[in-house]
């Protein structure tokens, strides 16, 4: 029974993860982004102290962040050039597309799925969307995808943009410390970071992932 329950519960952890890449494919990535994110969310979740259900929960729930973006028309996801104010107001829908996907269930990695995809665009000082949510008033694992992703897309090829250095990323992430960022996370941004380059050494966009 025991085997039964941990084979049950690896299957919904790859099904998470799975559909997280997903919206990646259609966003034209390769799905590495989700792989990476969710691991730099886990050392951060781990740096925090929280207990190993909770950061274990961080990491399988972050990959869905995004999940939202697969109710984007093509012509606004997929646009190579700037978005108008229309186009750009349909594309923060995203993070409500996402939690109206995951749905309200009472399982803790599914709402804390939610919680992910509906907060990881709300910023510190209140200025995010789509709530504009405020501080603590964001779930805190919102604030530590927030962090995650922000990081990994700066620092990678985008059709849109060249990658930008990890010194460049990290200056501007310092710089955004309690504006964009919970101001308490990027101290232990820095203390992780040798995890994660380690990480974004491994996860390069020409690794294929089965």
Request: net charge negative; charged share 30%.
């Given at each position: 029974m025991r085997e039964r329950t941990e084979e049950l519960n690896d299957t919904r952890f790859e099904i998470i993860r799975r559909l997280g890449r997903a919206a990646e494919f259609r966003d034209n990535e390769s799905g590495l982004h989700v792989i990476r994110m969710s691991h730099y969310s886990r050392l951060l979740a781990e740096a925090y102290g929280g207990s190993d259900e909770w950061v274990e929960n961080v990491y399988n729930a972050s990959p869905m962040h995004d999940i939202?973006?697969?109710?984007?028309?093509?012509?606004?996801?997929?646009?190579?050039?700037?978005?108008?104010?229309?186009?750009?107001?349909?594309?923060?829908?995203?993070?409500?597309?996402?939690?109206?996907?995951?749905?309200?269930?009472p399982?803790?990695?599914?709402?804390?799925?939610?919680?992910?995809?509906?907060?990881?665009?709300?910023?510190?000082?209140g200025s995010g969307y789509p709530k504009g949510l405020k501080g603590e008033e964001i779930p805190l694992e919102g604030r530590i995808v927030a962090l995650a992703d922000v990081f990994d897309i700066l620092t990678t090829d985008r059709p849109y943009k060249k990658a930008w250095t990890v010194e460049d990323t990290v200056k501007l992430i310092d710089q955004c410390a309690g504006t964009h960022f919970d101001p308490d996370l990027v101290p232990m941004f820095h203390a992780v970071m040798p995890e994660i380059l380690d990480i974004k050494e491994q996860c390069v966009e020409t690794v294929s992932f089965s």
């Amino acid at each position: 029974m025991r085997e039964r329950t941990e084979e049950l519960n690896d299957t919904r952890f790859e099904i998470i993860r799975r559909l997280g890449r997903a919206a990646e494919f259609r966003d034209n990535e390769s799905g590495l982004h989700v792989i990476r994110m969710s691991h730099y969310s886990r050392l951060l979740a781990e740096a925090y102290g929280g207990s190993d259900e909770w950061v274990e929960n961080v990491y399988n729930a972050s990959p869905m962040h995004d999940i939202g973006k697969l109710g984007i028309p093509d012509s606004v996801l997929l646009k190579p050039d700037k978005l108008d104010a229309d186009e750009w107001t349909l594309m923060k829908k995203h993070t409500e597309y996402g939690a109206e996907i995951i749905g309200d269930h009472p399982s803790e990695l599914l709402q804390m799925s939610r919680e992910i995809a509906l907060t990881h665009h709300e910023k510190w000082d209140g200025s995010g969307y789509p709530k504009g949510l405020k501080g603590e008033e964001i779930p805190l694992e919102g604030r530590i995808v927030a962090l995650a992703d922000v990081f990994d897309i700066l620092t990678t090829d985008r059709p849109y943009k060249k990658a930008w250095t990890v010194e460049d990323t990290v200056k501007l992430i310092d710089q955004c410390a309690g504006t964009h960022f919970d101001p308490d996370l990027v101290p232990m941004f820095h203390a992780v970071m040798p995890e994660i380059l380690d990480i974004k050494e491994q996860c390069v966009e020409t690794v294929s992932f089965s």
